[in-house]
């Protein structure tokens, strides 16, 4: 791929020269504003100084038309001619606007404010002053009027009329004074800035003559550096064995290097601007921003991306390959990096290898389950006494066939740590059982170190788990507790079911966990740091794994400590207490296994179980059997001739006649990194060769004598007949959406349960009550859920009423629980 670069020239210098003219201009420009903003100051001085003039002449007109009242006034006490009232009248009614005419003009001055409230009661009181006299001169009191002249009150008030007048004066000249100060300092800084401004323009013209000198004497190195770091790049690119291409946002393509050429088959000029799409397979090929076509979110540029895609040659030929995809961001904006690489081989090495992974495991465990099982058999009497030596020797044969299980096991587990699974093998378990079992185990190491171990008695604890995996959580925390206790010391075990849960502690009496090292003490190869502590040895996996069992379990592990008291760490597990009294009757089961002699031993051990089975070899076989609907359950092999038994577990799933038919799985491991149990419904999954023991106690939690409840649901609305299904798991519910489909099901089978609605299209639900009694008198329990309120009175038989409104899903599946459970119990 090259690389061009383009050398600078005059557009550089002239863009140069082109930033100090702008500067100049702007320069002159904020000059011109600031005189602007200089003689904007004055004319609003000017305006200033004439409002403050005027507002002194208007003050003192308000004095003026008081004199010109009291003379008015005092003309008329005098000679009572009513001529003097004319200007007195006059005055006093000018005086009134005058005033209203101030407060508007002192409205933003609070000093000012002040000082027209108080002239306006002093105009007030002059007022009622000269008003009084001249109302006694009127009526004909004449010595009363000149007596309240003489008393000198009026002269008294207007004294402090023309203190007033004089204080709002003064205060307007202050006033002025000080617009007039800060209009000088404006001025002075305006004239600073003038200067400043004037002495920034020389020495930006001066600065840019030196940056230009130093631009035109730099411009000749910078080249040869530049056309060196894109010839290094160029070389880089060129003779890198992945392909490079670079594309624009959108997903055109824009460069790429010769590996891409030769990877792709296409020319880098022939495939320029062209969407990406013609190299590598996106979800929309050419529609909306690229990172929208690969499924991910803006921000995912900052750590960049790794998809595994599919390429495509220009022959039309598909291969598959890893795609790293970065952001560079270029002076024209972002564009995208792409680095891809054909990873046709390694691919066809992983499918060798999980190809041989899954030979080992069928190929070698299928015959070591016919082996070991039938040895097992053997040493159990299934065929009778032996002789002391054929049964030594027979011990001896069984005991090494169990250990070469468990080393291909080993081999297979390296494998699953690798690809990071962890298998969990789920039975029910007494948590008691396997702290006890763990006590066992370390209990010569424990003895080694002088800690005495000790199980505090108590109630069974029923959990459903791994043993194996939990006996390995429980020895970590034992061997830990161990470690850290003093010569002579005792660890404490505990095991008690609560309400929900099921707890194990282990407690010691050790220096405890100091507070620095809690928040990490669950984390991979996490020690603590004192020396005390890491003479004590360990790798610091051991809680990091412990923890990781524990919550895929659907569980926690925790402990509490206070720093040297000791530790205490809690293993919370979900109790796990079956729903009814457990049956071992006989059931029929159906064995869906291609191997003759794994599917002989299972059909044994399982007949010494009391079980009957019948033997399916291939899928099609199995999924016909399975629909007659005489099984109880199935044990599924996943390596089949037809298909594999995904496809058969998803089938029986998906069918109504069997979708309520638990499956086990009997295949070898590496098959279950293939096939989630959760996602396939799976009761449980074992792994060959299959252990009787366990064998026996999941077909025996799966199959009881009382069979799966059955419930008729009678309602008709067809959505909450399906939540109703779905939400009921532990029964198997049978819809009918009228009182004709509801006796239809009553002929063809007979419930455990019937759950009734009473608004039906062909009648009332109650109508269905006298025919939920048999011929000896045993009538079917009735749940009444309809959204129509009953009286329990009205309905004998009815054993419980619930109303939609006001009843939830988990309030009727608690009522069909207990129900279900007394009804098996009177069977």
């Known amino acids: 791929m090259t690389i061009t670069v383009r050398q600078p020239g005059r557009r550089r210098f002239r863009f140069a020269l082109g930033l100090a003219s702008v500067f100049f201009a702007v320069t002159l420009i904020v000059i011109g504003v600031e005189l602007r903003r200089e003689f904007a100051g004055a004319a609003a001085l000017r305006a200033a100084v004439d409002r403050s003039y005027d507002t002194r002449l208007q003050i003192q007109s308000v004095f003026s038309l008081l004199q010109d009242a009291e003379t008015g006034q005092r003309g008329y006490i005098i000679t009572g001619d009513n001529r003097f009232l004319e200007p007195y009248d006059l005055a006093l009614t000018r005086i009134s606007a005058q005033m209203d005419a101030l407060g508007v003009l002192f409205n933003a001055d609070e000093a000012q404010t002040a000082h027209h409230q108080r002239l306006s009661q002093e105009v007030a009181r002059k007022r009622r002053i000269m008003e009084r006299s001249v109302n006694l001169r009127q009526a004909g009191q004449a010595g009363a009027a000149v007596a309240s002249v003489s008393s000198g009150e009026g002269k008294a008030t207007m004294d402090e009329i ?120 996106l ?82 465990r299928t015959p070591l389950t016919s082996i070991a099982g039938s040895l097992g058999l053997l040493a159990g009497g299934a065929a009778g006494d032996l002789p002391e030596r054929a049964a030594r020797l027979i011990g001896i044969a069984h005991s090494n066939s169990q250990r070469l299980v468990r080393l291909i096991n080993d081999i297979l587990d390296v494998e699953k740590l690798d690809a990071g699974k962890l298998v969990l093998t789920m039975s029910p378990l007494d948590l008691r059982d396997i702290a006890a079992r763990a006590i066992d185990g370390v209990r010569g190491y424990v003895h080694q170190l002088g800690v005495n171990l000790r199980l505090e008695d108590g109630a069974s604890a029923p959990v459903r788990g791994d043993a194996d995996r939990l006996i390995q959580v429980v020895t ?90 000791g530790a205490t760490f809690h293993l919370d597990l979900p109790l796990d207490l079956p729903d009814a009294d457990q049956g071992e009757g006989p059931g029929r089961l159906l ?116 069979a799966k409840p059955l419930v008729l649901h009678v309602d008709d609305d067809r959505d909450i007949l399906e939540v109703t299904r779905h939400g009921l798991e532990t ?74 409104s006001r009843m939830s899903l988990t309030q009727l599946a608690r009522t069909v629980h207990r129900l279900t459970r007394r009804a098996g119990g009177q069977k």
């Open 162 to 281: 023309r203190q007033v007048v004089d204080q709002m004066t003064q205060r307007e000249a202050e006033h002025l004074a000080a617009l007039s100060a800060k209009a000088a300092k404006r001025t002075a800084r305006t004239e600073l800035m003038v200067l400043l401004l004037f002495l920034g323009l020389v020495v930006i013209a001066a600065a840019t003559v030196f940056m230009v000198w130093r631009y035109l004497a730099t411009r000749s190195l910078l080249l040869e550096r530049l056309q060196a770091a894109a010839a290094r790049h160029s070389a880089t690119l060129d003779s890198a064995f992945d392909a490079i291409v670079t594309l624009n946002p959108s997903g055109s393509i824009e460069t790429m290097n010769p590996a891409a050429e030769r990877m792709f088959g296409w020319r880098a000029e022939e495939i320029g601007r062209r969407d990406v799409g013609i190299l590598i397979n």
């Open 283 to 364: 979800a929309e090929n050419g529609e909306g921003a690229f990172l929208d076509r690969l499924g991910a979110s803006q921000g995912a540029w900052e750590d960049g991306l790794l998809r595994e895609l599919t390429g495509k040659r220009r022959t039309g030929e598909s291969f598959p390959a890893d795609v790293a995809l970065g952001a560079m961001d270029l002076p024209a904006g972002r564009h995208v990096v792409a680095v891809i690489r054909d990873i046709t081989e390694r691919r066809r090495v992983a499918e060798m290898k999980d190809a041989f992974v899954s030979t080992v495991s069928h190929e070698l």
């Open 476 to 565: 970590n925390l034992l061997s830990n507790a161990a470690k850290f206790s003093p010569v002579g010391g005792e660890v404490t075990v505990t095991v008690n079911p609560e309400t929900r849960i099921a707890r194990l502690s282990v407690a010691d009496h050790g220096p405890g966990i100091s507070e620095e090292f809690r928040s990490r003490i669950f984390g991979k190869f996490a020690q603590a740091d004192s020396t005390d502590t890491r003479a004590k040895g360990g790798t610091g996996l051991g809680l990091a794994i412990a923890r990781d069992i524990a919550e895929r379990h659907g569980g926690r592990l925790w402990f509490e400590s206070a720093e040297g008291e």
């Open 591 to 706: 064995i869906c296994e291609d191997d003759p002699d794994s599917a002989r031993v299972l059909v044994e051990m399982l007949s010494l179980e009391g079980y009957q089975a019948d033997v399916a070899v291939t899928a099609r076989d199995a999924l016909a059997m399975a629909r007659k609907g005489v099984h109880a359950a199935a044990l599924v092999d996943l390596q089949l001739p037809d298909a594999d038994g995904v496809s058969l577990i998803r089938a029986l799933k998906a069918g109504g006649d069997t979708r309520a038919m638990p499956v086990i799985v009997v295949s070898g491991g590496a098959a279950r990194g293939q096939a989630r149990g959760r996602s396939l419904e799976v009761a449980d999954w074992m792994e060959k060769p299959v252990d009787q023991a366990r064998l026996r106690l999941a077909v025996q939690s799966l199959v009881r004598s009382d």
């Open 731 to 804: 029964v198997e519910v049978v819809g009918a959406e009228s009182l004709a489909d509801a006796r239809a099901a009553l002929a063809r089978r007979r419930p455990d349960l019937v759950i009734l609605d009473l608004g039906l299209p062909d009648g009332n639900g109650l109508d269905l009550l006298p025919e939920l009694t048999d011929e000896e008198g045993r009538t079917i329990p009735v749940v009444i859920y309809s959204a129509q309120d009953l009286d329990r009175q009205a309905a004998p038989a009815v054993q419980a009423v619930l109303t939609k």
